[in-house]
Structures are given as C-alpha cells and as structure tokens.
C-alpha cells in the first residue's frame, strides 16, 4: 500500500550513460514532481506536472526529460550523466501545493 | 542570498528539551509555511503547515509565524530521540521552495 513508489532505489552508473528513474502514486493526486536533493541536503523542485501536463520545469539542463504517460506515473530520464548529476531524486506528489508526498528517494552515484 | 534560510546545525540536545527551528524568508508572497520532517534516508514528511501569523500546535509540536520579520519557528516539547532528523521548512507560491534544513539529534 505505498503511496509513492521510485525505481531505482540505489543507480550507480558511469559518467556518459543515459539512465532513467520511475515514479508511481496510487493517492490520486493531480499532480507530480521531480526534486533533487544535493549532498548539503538541499531540496530543489525540478519539473512539476500536472494532469500529464508540464507546468513547472526549473532551470535544468535539457539533459534532464521528464515523461507522464499518465497522472500516476511521472518518469525521469538523463541523458550523458555527469558527475554533477550525483545527488537523490525525489518524486513526489499533491493535490495542493503545499502537501506533497514524497517517495523513498532514488540515490544516484555517477562515477 | 537564499529566499529560504535555516541555519544547518546539527543540534543536539537531551531528551526532554525544548527545540526551536529557525526559519527566515526574504519573498513577502509566500502564504503558506510548512516544516517537513525527514529521516535518514527517506523521503520528506509533511509534519505541520500554517497560513498565517500567529501559532499552531499539533501535541508536541508548534509552528509560529511572524510575517512582519519574515521568521517561522517550530518548537518541539518534551523533545524524543525518535525525533532525531532533519526539519525542512518550506514556503509556497506556485512552487515549495525549501530551507536547507537542520539536523536535529535528540540524545537519551
């Protein structure tokens, strides 16, 4: 019965490769989000969609495309990953803005 | 300078204290304030919100708000090492923007 599901939890993988994380919710939340959270622990909101529609996409490389074949499930795929790109990738969910529910993280290690 | 500024700690403190989290934000728009707590490893929870000044408690828990200096607490009671974590506060506009958080260890 979870609520927010990611897969991977754990992707190490090599600078250069191409790697994608999944993301599901079973709340019936119109909305979902991809955040990054870097090694100081700060937490920044990515892409935000909502309905399967794109509404929020922060200044992130286009290297970064996130995908939602439907509301409850928003993908994300990188592309020629970097060391940079190191860090853990929440997903989370909400009918509001400011009750959002996240996953249990995808820590990524680009060596 | 940051919109959302916490000071990172770590705080240690013995069971039974009282905490205060800092918070303060520098953009006048934001509405709603939040605290998210997150443990070790897992994702961000959402433990209390407010809309406006003043205070709410949720049991051991208080969120205060003062918007005419643009500073949120939270105050924790009869702190418990199971409230060992980091505390995230979070303001809104069409997006959450976060604080850095602060890492609270609760020693017995």
């Known amino acids: 019965d979870t609520a927010v599901s990611q897969t991977p939890k754990y992707l190490v993988t090599q600078m250069g490769n191409d790697k994608s994380i999944k993301c599901e919710q079973n709340?019936?939340?119109?909305?979902m989000y991809w955040y990054k959270q870097d090694s100081k622990k700060f937490l920044k909101i990515m892409f935000s969609y909502n309905n399967k529609e794109l509404i929020i996409n922060e200044t992130v490389p286009n290297r970064f495309s996130p995908k939602s074949p439907d509301k409850a499930h928003l993908n994300l795929h990188i592309n020629s990953l970097e060391l940079g790109d190191s860090a853990v990738y929440f997903c989370?969910?909400?009918?509001?803005?400011?009750?959002?529910?996240f996953g249990p993280g995808t820590r990524l290690t680009v060596t | 300078q940051k919109e959302v500024e916490q000071d990172p700690g770590p705080l240690s403190v013995p069971e039974g204290a009282i905490v205060s989290l800092n918070c303060t934000y520098s953009?006048?728009?934001?509405?709603?304030f939040m605290w998210y707590r997150q443990y070790s490893r897992k994702g961000p929870e959402l433990l209390m919100y407010?809309?406006?000044?003043g205070n709410k408690e949720d049991g051991r828990f208080t969120a205060q708000v003062d918007k005419s200096s643009k500073y949120i607490s939270l105050f924790i009671r009869d702190s418990q090492p199971s409230d060992s974590a980091t505390y995230l506060c979070?303001?809104?506009?069409?997006?959450?923007?976060f604080g850095t958080g602060t890492r609270l260890q609760v020693f017995p």
């Open positions: 709340l019936g939340h119109d909305t």
């Open positions: 989370a969910s909400s009918f509001s803005s400011y009750e959002q529910y």
């Open positions: 979070a303001h809104n506009t069409d997006k959450l923007i």
């Open positions: 953009n006048s728009a934001f509405q709603y």
């Open positions: 407010t809309y406006s000044s």
